[in-house]
């Protein structure tokens, strides 16, 4: 294989890209061949520098052993930690830079599977070759920074295509989570993959299932917030690997009846994503204005309907129902994001989300009461800010008048509870009477007694909004003439 170098202006530009840490790398490279050690950067910060993007990361890779690279980064930085010795990987930082270098890998086999195994080699073209694309199998010599590319990732990154290095199916089955980094790339480079690779990511999807859950979930938070996360997750689909790690989505492909009596509810999720994505604010915003890319909205849009397969009904009258499809979808958007091993809360957010997406849809032509609209803020709380762009993103309908009604009246109730929050501020809602007021008043202690009547008068405030001390004491106490403890006390 011939490495091929970039024209001269394509090179300058992309290591002027690097110029902020070039620096920083060139010294290092000469520490490691003042030591008789080669050293390049390699894999995602060359292929962003001539893509023109910023790369937060700095992977070098070395013919150094671990040791050896230990010893050289804490001659050179100010702290180092193991990253994975067993793998080769030494971490280290200097100042704002920080750094992991990898002992080049060789190909190993362990002799019965043929499942490849940990083996350090002694050259950057065998190291490259095991790399997961080519165009992240691309390097820069340094100190020198010198252009290595033996598998033609700059003609890959030209015609934004991923190719694998070796053949798909040893890439894969080296590591099949870069089945997955496949659709990540499609969705933040806008890449597409070649034939063969779609090829082997169809024939070998079901080996993700040796991949630990927690990596795929990196890899699926890492496409949904990248920029075009529908194409990847598109990838997923066609490919088998979305049956694996994330069955509930290529479920929503129902069958449409002849009739087409319901939409396509797989395009219409990808459509409700791709319009609450174009609804996030601009980054650094206010959290009123929800920020992107925002995980958990993009993952409520992606799952709000996926409870419509497990309820889907065909009526007598010719018509479809997905009678609370809602509350299936959020237990089990809760069950599956538990299995890739989310965090607790942003579990509980999605959950909710999902349950709550349709409550707008009693909103009609505006006849709620405040009453109905201060549980709909209450029980959206901190999420209504999200609520509000995954109402507005759920309607697909190619229908302009129907359109233009719901979001007329989406107007109407935001304006409401606008207005509302700002007579009443909602953030700090509490009943009228606190805990010892209500026990003072009732003759009781604190206790479960205690926190019923507590949430009876928060219901109060919620449903009544202020009714002021003396009229709330009156509710409270006509409240605890019906109550059994109150014969007892």
């Known amino acids: 294989m011939s490495t091929r170098q970039p024209p001269a202006a394509l090179l300058r530009q992309a290591v002027a890209h690097l110029a902020p840490v070039l620096p920083v790398l060139t010294e290092l490279g000469q520490r490691f061949a003042d030591a008789g050690h080669e050293l390049a950067l390699v894999g995602g910060p060359v292929r962003d520098a001539f893509l023109g993007r910023v790369s937060a990361d700095l992977d070098l890779t070395t013919s150094a052993r671990p040791d ?37 890998r060789a190909d190993a086999y362990d002799g019965v599977t043929r499942k490849p195994v940990v083996a350090f080699g002694d050259s950057l073209e065998d190291d490259l070759v095991r790399r997961d694309f080519a165009c992240n199998a691309m390097a820069l010599r340094l100190p020198e920074v010198q252009f290595v590319d033996p598998h033609g990732g700059l003609t890959d990154l030209e015609n934004r295509v991923l190719r694998t290095p070796t053949t798909p199916e040893v890439s894969f089955g080296d590591d099949p989570l870069r ?50 996360p529908r194409a990847g997750l598109e990838l997923l689909v066609a490919s088998g690997l979305a ?72 009526e007598d009258g010719g018509g479809v129902s997905f009678h609370h499809h809602e509350v299936v979808g959020a237990k089990l958007t809760a069950k599956r994001m ?46 209504l800010p999200r609520l509000h762009r995954l109402t507005r993103a759920d309607c697909t309908t190619r229908n302009v008048r129907k359109a233009r009604r719901l979001s007329t009246a989406y107007d109407d109730l935001e304006t409401r509870i606008d207005r509302l929050r700002a007579e009443e501020e909602f953030k700090a809602l509490r009943p009228e009477l606190d805990g010892h007021e209500i026990g003072e008043a009732l003759g009781i202690r604190p206790g479960p007694v205690l926190g019923r009547a507590y949430a009876y008068l928060l219901q109060v405030r919620t449903d009544d909004g202020p009714v002021g001390p003396d009229a709330a004491r009156e509710r409270l106490l006509a409240w605890w003439a019906e109550q059994p403890e109150s014969r007892q006390s």
Request: glycine share 6%; net charge negative.
């Open 68 to 104: 050896e690279t230990e010893r050289l980064l804490k001659a050179w930085g100010s702290a180092t930690w193991d990253m994975g010795r067993a793998f080769g990987t030494i971490g280290a930082r200097r100042g704002q830079h920080v750094v992991e270098v990898t002992t080049y």
């Open 179 to 228: 089945m997955m980094r496949a659709a990540r790339f499609v969705a933040q480079l806008g890449f597409v993959p070649d034939p063969a690779v779609l090829v082997a990511m169809r024939e070998m999807s079901a080996s993700i299932e040796r991949v630990s859950a927690e990596r795929v979930r990196d890899e699926l938070v890492k496409l949904l917030v990248a920029d075009h």
């Open 243 to 314: 049956a694996v790690v994330l069955p509930e989505l290529p479920a929503l492909q129902l069958e449409v009846d002849e009739h087409h009596r319901h939409k396509d509810v797989y395009v219409h999720s990808m459509i409700v994503l791709e319009q609450a994505i174009d609804l996030e604010g601009p980054p650094g915003s206010t959290p009123e204005d929800v920020p992107g890319p925002d995980l958990v909205l993009r993952l409520a849009a992606l799952l709000h309907d996926i409870g419509k397969p497990a309820t889907r009904r065909f």
């Open 338 to 383: 538990k299995a890739l091993r989310f965090d607790k809360e942003t579990i509980k957010q999605v959950a909710r989300l999902v349950e709550l997406h349709l409550r707008f849809h009693g909103y009609g032509e505006g006849q709620w009461t405040d009453s109905a609209v201060r549980r709909y803020i209450t029980d959206a709380g901190d999420l």
